[in-house]
Every structure is written in C-alpha cells, then in structure tokens.
C-alpha cells in the first residue's frame, strides 16, 4: 500500500504565499507521476500540478507562473510552492500519486485546507 500524508495549508492574505508537502511511504516503486489536486466547495476536484517520473511539470492555466510543483527523491516528498495566492485558490489540495501501467492516480492524500482571505 502507498500512504500520502500532506501539510502545510493553513490561512493567508491575499498575495501571500504558502509551501505544501506531501510526504510518500510504504509501496512506492514504479511511480509515473505525482500531483497535486484541490477541490473548492460546490465544485469538482481539480488538476493544480503534476510531476512525472522524467521530471516533465503540467500545470493548471490558473495557476502558472504563480505555483511550481518539485520532488525530493531521497526524501519522497513532492512539494507544492504556491506564490501570489488568490481568494480563489481557497480548497482542499490532495496529493495524488500514478503508478506506472495504471492510467489514472490510484492513491491519495486526506488533504490539507487552504484559505486565501484578508
């Protein structure tokens, strides 16, 4: 089994800045990609960044220039830098993970809450 464990959300100001970890263990091998997704009330869950096992990045349009996704490998920790936060960054970011051969992210996160307000 795969365990994702996130933190760092918290409450900020608008234009602020926040850094979210997500810390992988247990069955990680064979790993295709990593992401991160939020999910904001009344709305769907949504794609925010993803990493891949070549070190290729994706990013939501809303989010860049403003957010960058990057791993540690050594500590199988993917970090989620979010600058120049906007109200409506206001969710539950989950980290994701994709084994190789799966086609879709078969493990998650429990999600760490994040509050753009003044």
């Known amino acids: 089994q795969v365990q994702l464990v996130e933190s760092g959300g918290g409450l900020v100001h608008p234009g602020g800045s926040l850094r979210l970890s997500c810390a992988a263990s247990?069955?990680?091998?064979?790993?295709?990609?990593m992401g991160w997704y939020r999910q904001a009330p009344g709305k769907e869950r949504e794609v925010v960044a993803c990493i891949f096992n070549d070190d290729s990045k994706k990013y939501a349009d809303s989010v860049k220039g403003r957010f960058t996704i990057s791993r540690d490998n050594a500590k199988n920790t993917v970090v989620l830098q979010m600058n120049s936060l906007k109200p409506e960054d206001t969710a539950v970011y989950y980290c994701a993970l994709q084994r190789v051969g799966e086609g879709r992210y078969g493990y998650w996160g429990q999600g760490t809450q994040v509050t753009v307000s003044s």
């Open positions: 247990g069955s990680i091998f064979n790993i295709h990609a």
